[in-house]
C-alpha cells in the first residue's frame, strides 16, 4: 500500500510572512483524520525554508525544497546542496520540473545526479517527467516520458526505490487549467510503473506515483481513484491554504471512502 503524497509547489511565490502565514492558516483548515490519511509537503522558495521549518514544527506536514545541486559543497556560486537542504530539515526535492528544464536547460543526466545527491543526503527526490502538447499531438507521449524516466532516473539499488517519487507533470498541463483526464494520466502512470519494473524489480510498487498539472479541489478525487496515481503535485491551486485544504480532504475522502 503506497501512502498518497500531496506536494505544494509554490515556485517563487511568497516571501517569509506569507509562508508563515499561509503554514497557520492550512494548519487551522485541516483536520486529524484528513493530516493521517497521507503525506503532505510544502516546498517553498529556498529563502522561506527556514520560517516554514520552524512555522510546521509539531505539524505533521513536511518541508521540500525545488531544485538541489548535484554536488555536496565546493565552488559552486549560488547553488544548494542536499546535505544543506537537509540541515533546513527538508525531507523531499523537487527535480527535473519542466520549468527548470525549459527556463534552464536541465537534462535527464543532471536530474539523475540530482537525484542521487538527494538520496546520499537521506531527501527522497520528486523527479518529474512529462510531454510536450505537440508530442502528445504526435503520438510520443510513451517514448519521449520513458526515455526521460530512463536517463533522469538515480543510479541506485532496488531497495532504495521506495524512497523515489516520480511526477508525471505533463507540459500542457501545468498552469493552464487544462488536466490530463484521469485515464490519460492513468495511461501514463502505468507505463512509468512497467518501465520501473524493469528497473527496480518488485521494488517498483513502492515508487509513488505523482500527477501534476492544473490539479484543484474539483478533479483531484477522479484523478486519486485511479490504480497508478499516488498523489499529486500542485502548483497555482497549492498558493492558498483553503484552496490547498480542500484539496487534501478530497483526496482523502476518496481514498477512505468503502
Ligand atoms: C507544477 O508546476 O508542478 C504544477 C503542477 O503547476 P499547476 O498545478 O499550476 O498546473
Known sequence: MRRPLLVANWKMHKD?????????????ALTDPELGAGEIVIAPPFTALETLAAALVGSPIALGAQDVSPEAEGAHTGEVSAPMLADLGCKYCIVGHSERRGQH???SAQVSAK???LLKAG???????GETQAQRAAGKTAEIVAEQLQVSLPRIDPPAAGNLVVAYEPIWAIGTGVTATPEQAQEVHALLRKHLRTV??????????QYGGSVGPGNIQAL???PDIDGALIGNASLTPETFGQIIA???LENTSP
Open 200 to 209: 527496480f524489480g518488485a521494488e517498483a510498487e513502492k515508487v509513488r506515483l
Open 224 to 226: 486519486m481513484s485511479q
Open 105 to 107: 536547460g536541465e537534462t
Open 250 to 252: 478530497n483526496s482523502y
Open 115 to 117: 537525484a542521487g545527491a
Open 16 to 28: 517569509r510572512g506569507e509562508a508563515r502565514v499561509y503554514a497557520d492558516a492550512l494548519r487551522d
Open 123 to 129: 531527501l527522497r527526490p520528486i523527479l518529474c517527467v
